[in-house]
Structures are given as C-alpha cells and as structure tokens.
C-alpha cells in the first residue's frame, strides 16, 4: 500500500474531531485539577497555526488559493498570518 492510500485509510478510520477531541481530553486531564479561563482562544490558536502552514505548504505558499481552501477570505487569512507572526 503506498503512502497516499494509508493517509486516506487512516483519515477515514479517525475523523478530525476524533484527533481533536483525544487532544482536549489530554489537555484537560495534564491540567491536572487547575483550570484555565481561557482554553478556546487557546484551542483556536494551537488548530489555526498548524492548519494555515500546512495549507499554505500544501498550496506552494499562494495565500488566495490556501484562503479558498480553508474558505476564508484571503484578508482575514493574511491578518491571521499576521497576528500568528506567520507573515
């Protein structure tokens, strides 16, 4: 089996909800008791850097066809980018 086949196995074995979901239950468990007043901005910031540099990986780095892959507007892509320190 090549390498483009097990990805799409894997993917459709394990949807993206399920990886995100094991994540947040492992966050939550390592909080070990604390809490934290501030876990979506948290969550959002570690699922947007990695989605954006994959996609932008994925599109050669051309930030109006990542912008229409993750269905976005390329002006809130690039004040993403910017507010990631990814620009």
């Known amino acids: ?8 196995d894997a993917a459709t074995r394990a949807p993206l909800r399920e ?6 239950r492992r966050y939550l468990r ?7 007043d501030d876990l979506y901005s ?9 989605l954006f540099a994959e ?3 994925h599109c050669d780095g051309n930030q109006s066809r990542a912008a229409a ?4 507007h390329r002006a809130t892509l690039r004040k993403k980018l910017r ?3 990814m620009a």
């Open 83 to 85: 507010d990631y320190s």
């Open 55 to 57: 996609v932008l990986k």
């Open 19 to 24: 990886h995100v979901a094991d994540s947040v």
């Open 30 to 36: 390592d909080l070990d008791g604390c809490d934290t």
């Open 69 to 72: 892959m993750l269905g976005i």
């Open 42 to 50: 948290i969550a959002l910031r570690e699922l947007e850097i990695p």
């Open 1 to 8: 089996m090549n390498s483009s086949n097990h990805r799409q």
